[in-house]
Each structure stands twice: as structure tokens, then as C-alpha cells.
């Protein structure tokens, strides 16, 4: 690609993130997106790239406990920021009730949209905003699944959503 | 990416300063169209004005019941407002109609507005285009054209514009707050954005140094006869191939005043106030709305591959009148066609 006449390298800039819970300073150049700094520098790479412009889903993250699209947002942007990635939801030993939702409902096949499916229910769930499966099918459209789970990302949806009014219940009873 | 020096001015004088010193920077809000563009480098900028410091993320009532709505707010804040989705639930929809949540819980009221056109060639840096490479040529004038304006457009360009928000915006005669170097004013929303004529690298009637600081818009009004009808390639999370903002007043069945703005058509949100005004006084029926329809879509020309928005845009107007008249605005996670809607 012609890069067209030179540029003087971008200096980097001071960013704190606390990133699932940990407090990081970081260096970094402008042009690096929350993407490529959670799966570059960070290591954490249950975050995944689909189409790197908005489009899948697949790199959906919490910031400050909202979902975004992680790809479309200069990390030095987000300075003070607090970002939940799948690897802060839940652990193997103790896994996020969306985590374990998918595996009993089986809603996914290769697993590669999973992590942003599952970053984008609790967005979802946190929001508030869905009532009915159509909803919830309608607000989970931002994430795309090649392998067509669909039918059963909404079921392990749907039973968390009913859990949580379940719960929600019961303490506005006690 | 092309290298870029990264300022994050804390406020808006600092902003227009930062901006008007320095023409080739641009502006960062939610970022979810320049990051995109400046990753196909089709936006080169010389150096990115993260904006996300400025006080502009609220949203006031004033007191003639109208809403400020401030340029850093974000699409889903602004969706879900309990205020707006009450007294202007077209912009509501329109909203809701558009992108993902996840985009719309980054993308913001300013940045919408000065959102760049989808047209595929204009992505292509490859490709001519007068829009990003003014006197490259137009490949989209006799190239694949499907999604392409069949209303206002020139021989230098036959882009559209490709928000949902803004056609609601264009219906409800907003007002955009802009300051720049010389201060404030206010652009109505209708003169906004341009028609591309001979400049189609310009989307808007911006001026250099200038910044959206917020958009003003009635509340109350048409709350009860609205619809934000949107026809596209799959169910959701794609943009308008054609789409209707629609809001009338009635007076039982005889309407006051109508306002229809379409969507996906056209380089601007695309109205006819002279054929919307003809509407007072008649009655609110499927015939009238057909008559209304023709009228509005009477230049239309298609490019070939588009031939198609052009039957598509007169049965969606006549639909989202029906649906306003009605008082049932269609709704943004139904998607069916409901009893009695058929065509
Ligand atoms: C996959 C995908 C699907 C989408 N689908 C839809 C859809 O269906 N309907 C729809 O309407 N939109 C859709 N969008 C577009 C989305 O709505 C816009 O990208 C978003 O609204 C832009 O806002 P932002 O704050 O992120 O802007 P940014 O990307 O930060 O900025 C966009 C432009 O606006 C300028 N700008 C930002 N703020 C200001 C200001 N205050 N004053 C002056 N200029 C400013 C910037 O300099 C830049 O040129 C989609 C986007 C993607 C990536
Ligand atoms: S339609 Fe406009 S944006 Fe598309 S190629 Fe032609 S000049 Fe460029
Ligand atoms: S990788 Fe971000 S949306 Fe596809
Ligand atoms: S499980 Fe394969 S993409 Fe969704």
C-alpha cells in the first residue's frame, strides 16, 4: 500500500485500564485498538478478531460494564476505563451463568463467536432492554455466528434472562 | 495505519481551535466510522481530536418542551432516553432500526450525522472515486450500483447517506448547534447535509474549524402518528436499501400536517415539504398516501442495479403512512408483517 510521504512515528501516551479487575499502566501508540492491545500486549486472547470492522460481533468486550465492538475504539481513547473480557466473566472452576447456559444448551459449533456472544449477553442482560426471545434476537444481532447456533445461543440466553427475573423476584419478596 | 499525533482537548474552544489550526485532523467520537475508514486508509488523518472530553453527553429538556440532545451522547442513550422515547419515539425507532447494540452503545449523536456514505467504492482506495478522490471519476455510474441513491443525485455522484437517525432527524425538522471559529449558530437539518453536485467529497455544509455541539428537536407532537419503516438484505444489522421516516398530525381521520422523510435513496435524508403540505386538509386514506407516494418519487431514476428501490420505496411510504395513521408504528424487533399490513 502507498503509504504516501512519511510521517513521524506517532509518540506513545500514558493509559491506565484495569482490565478483569487488574490496573494496568500502559505506553502505548494511537493507532493500537482495545482489540490488538487485549491479544497482542495482554495476552488475552479469548477476545477474537472476525472482520476487524464492526461487523461480527466476534471482539465484543465490557467497557465500564457496557458492550462495544473492541475492534472500533483506539485504546488510548478509553483512558480510566474499566474492560471485562471473557476471561473476566467466569473461570473454568466457576463459571459465569452464561458461560454454563451455552455449554448445557450447546450453543455454538467451532466456538470462535462465543467469547463476544457471550460478552454481548451479559451487556444484553444488564441492559435490560429484552423481554421476549424476539428481543432478545433482535438486540443479539450485532453478533454474527458462521456456524448458525442461533436457535440455541437464544435458548441459553432466554434461560439465564428467566433465572435472573426468577431471582430478582424472590429478593423484591424478601 | 498511517501515523497520526492524537490531542484529547478538554474543551470545546480547545477543540475548534485544535481543528481549525490544523484542516487535515478530524474529529473522534465513538470512533466506529473513522476507525473503520482510516483501516481501509480512505480516512488519512493527519492527526485524530479524541473529542470524548468535552461536555456535550447530556440530554436537557428545555422549557417550550423541545430536547438538546448533546453531540457526545450515545445512540443507545439517546434510544432509550425514557423523555425521547416518549414524546419523539420516531427518532426512538429510527435509532433502534440502526447497526448492532454494541455500535450503537458506541456511536453518538455527532458522529451519526457526519457519518461518511457505504457506497463500496468509496471503501475501495483502489477504485476511482470523486467523493474521496475528487476528479478520480464515479466507478459506481455504470459499475454495481445496487445500493446506490435514486433520487437528487449528479453525474459526479450517485452516493447516499447511510444513517437511520438522520432521516427521523429530517422528518422532525431538527436543528443542528454547531461552534466554530467564529462561535455559534444553528443549521436546520435539512440543510445539513448536501445534495453531492459538483462536490461530492463534501457530505455536509460544515465549515472548516466548525463542530456539532448538540441537535434540537420538538418533542410531543407527532408522538401519537409515527413510524421508522426500514427494508434492507437481512432482518437486522444492516443498512436501509430503503427506509421511511413518517409522522403525521391528525385531526380524526383528516390530516393536519405530515412529514415523510426516506432513507437510503438519496446523498441526504430525502423530503418534498411542497408535496407534504398538499397532504393538509385530505383524509388519511391508503389513496391519498398512494397519490402522496407517486408525487414523491416522481424524479426518481434508477441506476440500473437499483431499479428496484424505486416500486420498494412507494409501497414502504404507503406502508409507514398506514402504520402512522394507524397509531401501530412498526417496531423495530417485530419481523413480520402484521394482519391487514399486506401490500
Ligand atoms: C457494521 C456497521 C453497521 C452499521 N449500520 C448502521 C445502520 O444500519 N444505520 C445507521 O444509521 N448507522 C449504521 N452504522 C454507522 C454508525 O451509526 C456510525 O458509524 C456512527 O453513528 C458514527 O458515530 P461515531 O460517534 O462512532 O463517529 P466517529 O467514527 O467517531 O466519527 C465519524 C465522523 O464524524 C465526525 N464527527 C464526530 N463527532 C463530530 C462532531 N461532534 N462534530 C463534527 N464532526 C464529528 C468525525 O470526525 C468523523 O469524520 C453502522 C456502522 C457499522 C460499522
Ligand atoms: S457513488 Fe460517490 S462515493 Fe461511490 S464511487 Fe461514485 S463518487 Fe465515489
Ligand atoms: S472483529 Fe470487531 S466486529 Fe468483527
Ligand atoms: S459457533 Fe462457530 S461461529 Fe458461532
Redesign the pocket.
Known amino acids: 500500500m502507498d503509504l504516501g510521504p512519511a510521517r513521524a512515528p506517532s509518540p506513545t501516551i500514558p493509559v491506565t485500564l484495569t482490565v478483569n479487575g487488574r490496573r494496568q499502566q500502559l505506553e502505548l501508540a494511537p493507532f493500537v485498538t482495545l482489540l490488538d492491545l487485549l491479544r497482542g500486549d495482554l495476552a488475552l486472547t479469548g477476545t477474537k478478531k472476525g472482520c476487524d ?3 461480527c460481533g466476534a471482539c465484543t468486550v465490557l467497557v465500564n460494564g457496557v458492550r462495544i465492538n473492541s475492534c ?1 475504539k483506539f485504546a488510548v481513547s478509553l483512558d480510566g476505563a474499566e474492560i471485562t473480557t471473557i476471561e473476566g466473566l467466569g473461570t473454568p472452576d466457576n463459571l459465569h451463568p452464561l458461560q454454563k447456559a451455552f455449554v448445557e444448551h450447546d450453543a455454538y459449533q467451532c466456538g470462535y463467536c462465543t467469547p463476544g456472544q457471550i460478552c454481548s449477553a451479559a451487556g444484553l442482560l444488564s441492559e435490560g432492554h429484552a423481554h421476549s426471545r424476539e428481543e432478545i434476537r433482535e438486540l443479539m444481532s450485532g453478533n454474527l455466528c458462521r456456524c448458525g447456533a442461533y436457535t440455541n445461543i437464544a435458548d441459553a440466553i432466554e434461560e439465564v434472562m428467566a433465572a435472573d427475573s426468577e431471582t430478582t423476584v424472590r429478593e423484591a419478596a424478601e | 495505519m498511517r501515523q497520526f499525533s492524537y490531542l484529547r482537548p478538554t474543551g470545546i474552544s480547545d477543540a475548534v481551535a485544535a481543528l481549525a489550526a490544523e484542516p487535515t485532523a ?11 475508514l482510516m483501516k481501509y486508509d480512505v ?1 488519512q488523518p493527519s492527526a485524530v481530536i479524541d ?1 470524548n472530553g468535552l461536555p ?1 453527553k447530556e440530554i436537557e429538556t428545555l422549557e417550550d418542551g423541545a430536547y438538546r440532545i448533546g ?2 451522547t450515545t ?1 443507545s442513550q439517546v434510544a432509550y432516553d425514557a423523555g425521547i422515547a416518549r414524546d419523539v419515539p420516531l427518532l426512538s425507532s429510527a435509532i433502534l ?4 447494540p454494541q ?2 452503545n ?3 449523536s ?7 456514505t457505504r457506497c463500496y467504492y468509496f471503501y475501495d482506495p483502489s477504485t476511482p472515486c470523486n467523493k474521496r478522490e475528487p476528479g478520480s471519476g464515479c466507478s459506481a455510474i455504470g459499475g454495481v450500483n445496487r445500493i446506490h441513491a435514486i433520487l437528487g443525485a449528479s453525474d459526479a455522484c450517485i452516493a447516499t447517506h ?5 432521516v427521523a432527524l429530517a422528518a422532525l425538522n431538527a436543528t443542528v448547534e ?1 461552534t466554530g471559529p467564529t462561535g455559534a449558530r444553528t443549521i436546520p437539518f435539512l440543510d445539513f447535509h448536501r445534495l453531492p453536485g459538483d462536490h461530492p467529497e463534501r457530505d455536509n455544509t ?1 465549515q472548516t474549524g ?4 448538540g441537535i434540537r428537536v420538538e418533542g410531543g407532537r407527532f408522538a401519537a402518528h409515527h413510524s421508522y419503516l426500514k427494508l ?1 438484505d437481512r432482518l437486522s ?4 436499501l430503503v427506509s421511511v421516516a413518517a409522522a403525521l398530525d391528525l385531526d380524526g381521520d383528516t390530516i393536519l400536517d405530515a412529514r415523510v422523510a426516506l432513507g437510503g435513496v438519496a446523498h441526504k435524508p430525502w423530503r418534498d415539504p411542497l408535496a407534504e403540505a398538499e397532504l393538509s386538509g385530505q383524509p388519511a386514506t391508503r389513496d391519498t398516501f398512494e397519490a402522496f407516494a407517486s408525487r414523491l418519487l416522481s424524479g426518481a431514476k434508477g441506476q440500473g442495479h437499483n431499479d428496484f428501490k424505486i416500486p420498494m420505496a412507494k409501497k414502504a411510504i404507503v406502508r409507514a403512512l398506514m402504520q402512522a395513521a394507524s397509531g401501530r408504528p412498526q417496531v423495530q424487533s417485530e419481523k413480520r408483517v402484521r394482519e391487514g399490513e399486506s401490500l
Open positions: 470492522h464492526g461487523q472500533l | 478530524q474529529l473522534l467520537a465513538g470512533g466506529t466510522n473513522l476507525v473503520d480516512a473529542i456535550l453531540a457526545l445512540n432500526a440502526g447497526a448492532s455500535l450503537r458506541a456511536a453518538t455527532g458522529g451519526n450525522l457526519s457519518q461518511r447511510p444513517s437511520d437517525m438522520c454547531v460544515l466548525e463542530i456539532v455541539t434492507r444489522y444492516a443498512f436501509a
